[in-house]
């Protein structure tokens, strides 16, 4: 089945640093989608990315959908305490059995430090 | 407003129990989503259907059942053959099998 690598697992940083984390799958996907959850609560989405090569901002976000179609990553610049979460990317798959299905990374944990 | 609910919040449950959890949505979205999260760990698929009366297993199906006979309503049972059932439950919609998905605000359920 698909799989998905996020990566990194965890990150501990500065207020005003900038933060990169990406994920790469077996397969290829027809969307990448970029989530932010909150403790006890569902995913709230950040950013859709839905061709190769696009590169899409939303505030200090940016997010790239990868040339190959199996990878993607999301930049955060000039963090602030309110970024502290998990992070997630999904992959939505391109057809046959994995068609509908949508993916999950295992999520970045991201801490800022004041 | 327009969105997703899950019921309860909260949900306790005696070990052999089945469960079942609620999700509406009156978003028109054709495809709905059932994850499953544990303790510092990601989202795993357990069910997602893109139309009415129809519906895939995900990655960890096994000791689940969904039904899907309306549009805005995916309920997600877990059975007793679930061998460790207690984890925060998310469920998602979506237009299309493509477009960006919406969640829940997530059931969490302890089995005791």
């Known amino acids: 089945g698909q799989q998905l690598n996020q990566s990194p697992q965890s990150m501990f940083i500065q207020e005003g640093e900038d933060v990169s984390m990406n994920c790469t799958s077996s397969?290829?996907?027809?969307?990448w989608l970029w989530y932010k959850q909150d403790p006890g609560e569902g995913p709230v989405l950040l950013i859709a990315?839905?061709?190769?090569?696009e590169l899409t901002s939303n505030g200090r976000l940016t997010a790239q959908f990868g040339i190959t179609r199996k990878d993607s990553f999301l930049n955060i610049s000039a963090s602030i305490p309110s970024d502290v979460g998990i992070y997630f990317c999904a992959g939505s798959g391109a057809g046959g059995t994995s068609y509908g299905k949508l993916t999950f990374g295992q999520g970045t944990i991201l801490t800022v430090h004041p | 407003d327009g969105g997703i609910t899950q019921s309860p919040k909260y949900l306790f449950r005696k070990e052999g129990q089945n469960v079942t959890l609620s999700c509406e949505q009156n978003?028109?979205?054709?495809?709905m989503y059932w994850y499953r999260q544990d303790p510092g760990q990601g989202l795993r698929l357990i069910y997602y259907s893109q139309i009415v009366n129809d519906f895939q297993k995900g990655d960890i199906a096994e000791g689940y059942s969904v039904s899907r006979e309306k549009k805005e309503s995916f309920p997600l049972t877990v059975t007793s053959a679930q061998k460790n059932p207690t984890a925060f439950y998310l469920c998602a919609s979506r237009q299309t099998s493509g477009a960006e998905a919406f969640f829940g605000q997530g059931t969490r359920l302890t089995v005791v």
């Open positions: 990315l839905y061709k190769a090569g």
């Open positions: 978003l028109n979205h054709d495809a």
């Open positions: 397969s290829i996907f027809n969307t």
